[in-house]
């Protein structure tokens, strides 16, 4: 089975810290990505990276960065964090050509105070 | 920009029923929608339409794509309390970069 894992599944930070959410799968996917959830918003594209080192802005990249220095790891920043990031942060991951089968992570929920 | 409206945004019926999920949408260069069911968690796939009028099935859940009108319905019939759950709608466009685009989602509640 496909294993999509975050680092955490609450986070509370303060405005201002720089915020660090991992992704991790371990079914050597090309394809990551970051979302991020909001009630009566669904789910919005932050990033996504369709290989090592690569990276593509999604819908609403401002205020976050990625890294993909490792193929299995998916890493989105926060440089410095403020309350309207408060969210629930999604992960994904698929295989290049398949991006039907988006498997998700279980969620990062992060509030910002 | 890419858009996908999802409508009811919340439903409630009783078990045993059937509900129909409505899911729009307006994409450059369309290649996919997909639908998705979240319960707790994360999202997980249950179709993906490419062409018109083709039925896909799978147990109690369908689902049919309209590329004229721009639309996409999941029918669910007999539902039963673990249907409940969020449905989300999502298409792929953009010259086929895999990145998709997500509707709100319908809150579908199944009461016993």
């Known amino acids: 089975d496909v294993k999509v894992t975050q680092s955490s599944r609450y986070l509370v930070k303060r405005t201002g810290e720089k915020v660090f959410l991992e992704c991790v799968q371990d079914?050597?996917?090309?394809?990551m990505f970051w979302y991020r959830q909001d009630p009566g918003l669904g789910l919005r594209l932050i990033y996504f990276?369709?290989?090592?080192?690569?990276?593509e802005k999604g819908d609403i990249p401002e205020g976050y960065s990625v890294s993909r220095e490792k193929k299995e790891r998916f890493s989105l920043i926060l440089e410095s964090a403020s309350t309207n990031q408060t969210s629930m942060y999604l992960c994904?991951?698929?295989?290049?050509?398949?991006?039907?089968?988006?498997?998700f992570g279980p969620g990062t929920r992060l509030l910002v105070l | 920009e890419d858009k996908v409206v999802q409508s009811p945004l919340s439903l409630v019926v009783h078990e045993g029923d059937t509900v129909t999920l409505n899911c729009s949408y307006e994409?450059?260069?369309?290649?996919?929608l997909l639908w998705y069911k979240q319960e707790k968690k994360a999202p997980t796939f249950l179709f993906m339409l490419?062409?018109?009028?083709i039925e896909k099935k799978s147990g109690r859940l369908s689902s049919i794509l309209d590329k004229k009108e721009l639309f996409s319905i999941l029918n669910i019939t007999a539902t039963q309390t673990g249907d409940s759950a969020v449905y989300l709608c999502?298409?792929?466009?953009?010259?086929?970069?895999?990145?998709?685009?997500f509707g709100t989602g319908t809150r579908l509640t199944i009461i016993p």
């Open positions: 994904a991951s698929s295989l290049q050509g398949h991006q039907e089968t988006q498997y």
């Open positions: 079914m050597d996917h090309e394809n």
């Open positions: 990276s369709y290989d090592v080192k690569m990276k």
């Open positions: 994409v450059t260069n369309f290649r996919s």
């Open positions: 490419t062409s018109s009028g």
């Open positions: 999502a298409v792929e466009g953009n010259f086929g970069n895999e990145k998709l685009t």
